[in-house]
């Protein structure tokens, strides 16, 4: 009698539709993230710094210069909602998709960055229903 694994593990992975995707994404994490999209650079929030933000720490200046922000001045705010000056994050959304404080990802223009990112996510998640399914083998 053949084992459960020899069952239902999928044992031909060439035949697969996406396997030259996964192949290519064997070493994504290797590749540097791409600039942010023109379009989500230009959607991100302008906001005015107020004396609430000022008397925060966390929002009172800029994470990459660490000068000191002003009252109303205006800053960048990204979508996990750090805020930046614009002539700080500019220049890094230009160089990489990512939040410099916390690693959020923009959008990008590059078309196999974001599949190989979608491919990656689905990966994760098909090996999470593995885990949790083995787990609940044998609880």
């Known amino acids: 009698m053949a084992s459960y694994f020899d069952e ?3 044992t031909d992975r060439a035949s697969h539709p996406n396997f030259l995707l996964e192949l290519a994404s064997a070493g994504f994490d290797n590749i540097g993230s791409p600039p942010a999209s023109n379009e ?6 302008v906001v005015t710094i107020t004396r609430n933000h000022l008397k925060d720490d966390s929002t ?3 994470p990459i210069c660490l000068a000191e922000y002003e009252e109303n001045e205006k800053v960048k705010q990204m979508p996990c909602e750090h805020m930046f000056h614009s002539g700080c ?7 990489t998709n990512s939040c410099p404080v916390c690693r959020y990802e923009l959008p990008t223009d590059n078309e196999e ?3 190989l990112k979608k491919l990656k996510g689905k990966e994760e998640g098909r090996q999470h229903r593995v885990q949790t399914l083995h787990a609940s083998m044998f609880s």
Do not use: F, Q, T
């Not at 989500?40 to 929030?45: D, E, H, K, M, Q």
């Not at 994050?89 to 160089?95: T, V």
């Open 40 to 45: 989500a650079i230009n959607n991100l929030v």
């Open 8 to 10: 239902h593990a999928s």
């Open 89 to 95: 994050i500019l220049p890094w959304l230009e160089k």
């Open 60 to 62: 009172s200046s800029c």
């Open 113 to 115: 960055y974001e599949e």
